[in-house]
């Protein structure tokens, strides 16, 4: 299945009255956190290429899953939702943007 992208932007979020919260979420679970935690330590001292390379499949499939979710919240017109999505879909970019700057060589 190809990527699909929000059926709206956060701008549109906005236009509805609802804004994303700028840095840290606050309404960000325990689990989520814990596990952007762990990613990001993986990420500070990647074991190999391989290693290296798990991590960006892992995070293009957790993309790809807050990607559907977020479709089907703004489908619903579940805007609270939507926002807590994106705002996941967040931390993920940032995370996507190490891994390709530790895939550049310095």
């Known amino acids: 299945m190809a990527s ?4 709206l ?3 549109q979020l906005e236009l509805r009255g609802v804004t994303l919260a700028e840095g840290t979420d606050d309404d960000a679970d325990v689990e989520f956190l ?3 935690m762990d990613i990001n330590e993986r990420l500070a001292d990647p074991e190999d290429k391989a290693g290296l390379q798990e991590l960006e499949s892992l995070i293009a499939a957790k993309q790809e899953q807050l990607i559907t ?3 089907q919240a703004f489908e619903r017109d579940d805007l609270q939702e939507a926002k807590k999505l994106l705002a996941k879909m967040k931390y993920f970019a940032n995370l996507e943007d190490k891994v390709k700057s530790k895939k550049i060589p310095s």
């Open 9 to 11: 932007s956060p701008h």
């Open 34 to 36: 814990a596990e952007i």
């Open 69 to 71: 979710d977020v479709n």
């Open 4 to 7: 699909e992208r929000p059926l």
